[in-house]
């Protein structure tokens, strides 16, 4: 009969069970489907999810923060985009209409969200493509009448 190996002091020798195997290959077949992490950002994740009590629910917060990290750098949208936005919409138009006042309203709470960069361009795009609801002699002569009134 093999002597089994006594392990030496820094050694720790722990036998996982099933469950807490299954649990771990759930928690990193979710962090590989939900992020394409470097390679060494994975084995520093893979460390922290073995040596977790919860693996899932830090493959989660991983998660989070590396989209925390990724989109939200220094070039994230902040309320001062919008009033931009709302500017660039008046000279143009001359007027901010209820469509895009209500689409405008719905980017403010984005970005109070914190929505990244890709996804504001894509809704500004939505309502600076938006057509005028007046046509701009129309605008013109309504702007004439509010000045003389």
């Given at each position: 009969m093999p002597l089994k190996s006594i392990p030496s002091r820094g050694q720790v020798t722990t036998s996982k069970s099933r469950q807490r195997k299954r649990s771990e290959q759930r928690a990193l077949?979710?962090?590989d489907t939900s992020v394409q992490l470097p390679p060494i950002a994975r084995r520093d994740a893979l460390k922290v999810i073995r040596n977790s009590h919860r693996p899932l629910h830090q493959a989660?917060?991983?998660?989070?923060r590396f989209k925390e990290d990724d989109f939200r750098g220094v070039g994230a949208p902040d309320f001062s985009d919008v009033q931009e936005l709302?500017?660039?919409l008046l000279r143009r138009d001359?007027?901010?209409?209820?469509?895009?006042?209500?689409?405008l309203n719905k980017l403010d709470v984005?970005?109070?969200?914190?929505?990244?960069?890709?996804?504001?361009?894509?809704?500004?795009?939505?309502?600076?493509?938006?057509?005028?609801a007046l046509p701009k002699e129309m605008l013109k002569a309504e702007a004439e009448f509010q000045r003389n009134f």
């Open positions: 077949e979710y962090l989660k917060q991983i998660i989070l709302k500017v660039k001359g007027a901010i209409f209820q469509p895009q006042l209500g689409m984005m970005i109070h969200r914190r929505c990244t960069r890709a996804e504001f361009k894509q809704y500004a795009g939505v309502i600076c493509s938006m057509p005028q």
